[in-house]
């Protein structure tokens, strides 16, 4: 660990990585922490499914959401990926002195509609207001829970000859964000991808039960940063192929400008998931039954060749390795 944190810590890749398993698991371990995944299985009544996130997205207001409807999406997502039905949330809001009511007022009804969207209740919450250029505007911290629905979801659990899939074009979000914060870099119109994914995978995990390992979605440090976390106890490998991973062309001449790689990109819409080869038609056909997967596509399986390692193929046969997000490519997206 450094002696101060940078933004690197807050890229979702090995710096986070870092911060998470040398300091933050070390001082709060427990059984359900220590998984790591986006949201934690507890015992209650029925088995609860509990998860936090916080934003700091700047801008706050982005095409196709705004840090409001992100705050709700990315907790939603978040208990969605780990098998739950996400019923509860709080809120909790850090605000600037001198923030416009109309904007706070403009967050707080893009939270309410997501909410309602995504079936879930704001039944707690917070506010605290911080003095002029103490904070960038307002920050959101939400908590979720939900009731288990699909269990056993984890990386432990793929198998050699698993289909990787993912449920639309990736990088979409990460790259709206960096266009409405640079408005003048690049003319290109893209909308963030942000979306709640419960309906999704809910109905994904009912649909094929055993046959579904893991669900993760992409954000921080985007689809390559986590499909190496499903791979980092080195039994096991994942081989994608660069033609079949669906990519909006706007992302791609983005990316070619200013020197992005869409694959690392945040999303805030799409899931990967892992499931049985054989039922893998059958689990993208599910996820096209809904608006936000019909660009859903297999793109790799996991495979036994190269263990720890993704290995991105190319259209012309040849293959690199593609390593854990080492930097910020993009801070402050989410």
Excluded: W
């Excluded at 999406?73 to 850090?94: H, R, W």
């Excluded at 440090?221 to 106890?233: H, K, M, R, V």
């Amino acid at each position: 660990m450094d002696n101060f944190i940078t933004l690197d810590y807050g890229s979702g890749g090995k710096k986070t990585s870092a911060l998470i398993s040398d300091m933050i698991v070390p001082l709060l371990k427990n059984d359900a922490l220590s998984e790591l995944g986006d949201g934690a299985v507890i015992d209650g009544a029925e088995k609860l499914v509990y998860s936090t996130d916080s934003f700091v997205v700047s801008p706050y207001f982005f095409p196709g959401g705004d840090i409001g409807k992100l705050s709700v999406c990315g907790t939603v997502n978040d208990i969605s990926m780990a098998g739950g039905e996400p019923k509860y949330l709080s809120l909790a809001f850090i605000i600037e002195e001198g923030f416009p009511t109309a904007d706070l007022q403009r967050i707080i009804d893009s939270i309410r509609l997501t909410a309602d969207r995504a079936g879930v209740k704001v039944v707690t919450g917070d506010t605290k207001v911080v003095e002029r250029g103490r904070g960038d505007g307002i920050y959101i911290n939400t908590s979720g829970i939900g009731f288990l629905r699909t269990p056993s979801l984890s990386p432990r659990m793929i198998r050699e000859g698993d289909a990787v899939i993912v449920s639309g074009t990736v990088g979409d979000h990460g790259t709206a964000v960096m266009l409405a914060r640079n408005e003048n870099l690049v003319q290109a119109e893209l909308k963030s991808d942000c979306a709640p994914l419960h309906e999704m995978a809910l109905k994904l995990g009912e649909t094929l039960s055993g046959d579904l390992r893991v669900m993760r979605d992409p954000t921080r440090g985007g689809l390559a940063t986590t499909l190496n976390e499903f791979i980092e106890d080195g039994r096991l490998g994942i081989e994608i192929h660069e033609k079949d991973i669906p990519v909006d062309p706007t992302v791609n001449m983005v990316s070619e400008i200013l020197g992005l790689d869409p694959y690392y990109t945040a999303c805030e819409g799409r899931l990967i998931a892992v499931t049985d080869p054989a039922r893998a038609e059958e689990a993208v056909s599910v996820l096209r039954g809904f608006e936000d997967g019909k660009n859903a596509a297999v793109i790799g399986h996991i495979t036994a060749d190269h263990p720890g390692k993704l290995v991105i193929r190319t259209p012309m046969g040849g293959g690199r390795i593609a390593a854990k997000l080492a930097g910020a490519q993009l801070p402050r997206i989410c």
